[in-house]
């Protein structure tokens, strides 16, 4: 039985930072009310949302909901710390002020998010010896900060990146300070990376700090396999969608959380097409089902 859970939803299925185009007609306020309406009690920090922290936290306390955390893009492989740490006490400055306990970090050196080449084989990111130790202590060291301000810096793997599988994932874990370091565990990636989801979350649980849920459409996934997609194209094309709706083993997934105490926040966090997936209507149907799953 799970205790001290939160459930949010991730603005991603109405507007995408990263490709403007889907949902580029959604507004912010047309997200959280949306979210608020479907059941979530928080949400992550977007692209579209107001830059002042006094000015959103009154739109979202006029919804009951809460911010979450907030994605941090470091580039610990390939610039200077300095420059890292300087950006993510900026970024925790602004959480802070909206009583946000999360900051979710990827490290995009390398990644292919934007490119237009195939994710796969040999063109997946891989790090050097010399990079991973680079990775490693900088986590450290900005994980140290946060948690002197009261955070968990949840380390994010990610499809197209250094950090992508479960033994890239292993060897970031037992190289950074668990008193320092967590992982923002999720589900479809690792689903994605080719990965057994309930394997995964066994082996990490004690070091998950943020849950993001996340399903995988297995027929898309086998067709972005044998036709080498992009990341986006991955995206466009419908890989991704909210939790049961896919191959994801959720249940699973659950009874190791809640076996292990899991406390924090469970997002639902599903890069779909806002024309094609509507997203009140998803919103709903995750919401429906994770109660189905766990009764909250």
């Given at each position: 039985m799970f205790k001290n859970i939160k459930l949010g939803i991730a603005p991603i299925g109405w507007t995408n930072d990263d490709m403007p185009q889907l949902g580029g007609d959604l507004t912010f306020e047309q997200m959280?009310?949306?979210a608020a309406l479907a059941g979530f009690q928080g949400t992550e920090v977007g692209g579209k949302f107001p830059i002042d922290p006094v000015v959103l936290k009154h739109k979202l306390d006029i919804r009951n909901l809460e911010i979450a955390s907030q994605w941090f893009s470091s580039f610990l492989c390939s610039r200077s710390y300095e420059e890292n740490e300087k950006a993510f006490i900026n970024q925790l400055n602004f959480l802070e002020k909206l009583g946000a306990s999360r900051i979710n970090v990827c490290e995009l050196t390398r990644c292919l998010f934007a490119e237009d080449i195939s994710m796969f084989g040999s063109n997946k990111p891989v790090a050097t010896n010399e990079e991973w130790k680079l990775l490693c202590e900088g986590l450290n060291k900005l994980g140290k900060i946060a948690a002197n301000k009261g955070f968990k810096l949840c380390f994010h793997h990610h499809m197209?990146?250094?950090?992508?599988?479960?033994?890239?994932?292993?060897?970031?874990?037992?190289?950074?300070?668990?008193?320092?370091?967590?992982?923002?565990?999720?589900?479809?990636?690792?689903?994605?990376?080719?990965?057994?989801?309930?394997?995964?979350?066994?082996?990490?649980?004690?070091?998950?700090?943020?849950?993001?849920?996340?399903?995988?459409?297995?027929?898309?996934?086998?067709?972005?396999?044998?036709?080498g997609f992009r990341f986006r194209k991955a995206v466009l094309e419908g890989c991704f969608t909210i939790p049961g709706d896919g191959c994801v083993d959720f249940p699973g997934v659950f009874k190791v959380l809640s076996d292990n105490n899991y406390e924090g926040w469970l997002i639902v966090e599903a890069e779909q097409d806002p024309a094609k997936a509507n997203p009140l209507e998803c919103a709903l149907r995750a919401r429906k089902y994770i109660k189905q799953c766990i009764g909250i």
């Open positions: 959280v009310s949306e197209a990146t250094v950090v992508q599988t479960i033994s890239e994932t292993r060897r970031l874990m037992e190289n950074t300070n668990p008193d320092y370091v967590f992982l923002c565990f999720d589900t479809g990636h690792f689903t994605f990376a080719g990965e057994n989801v309930v394997e995964a979350v066994n082996e990490f649980v004690k070091r998950i700090g943020h849950v993001h849920l996340k399903d995988i459409r297995p027929e898309k996934m086998r067709q972005a396999y044998s036709e």
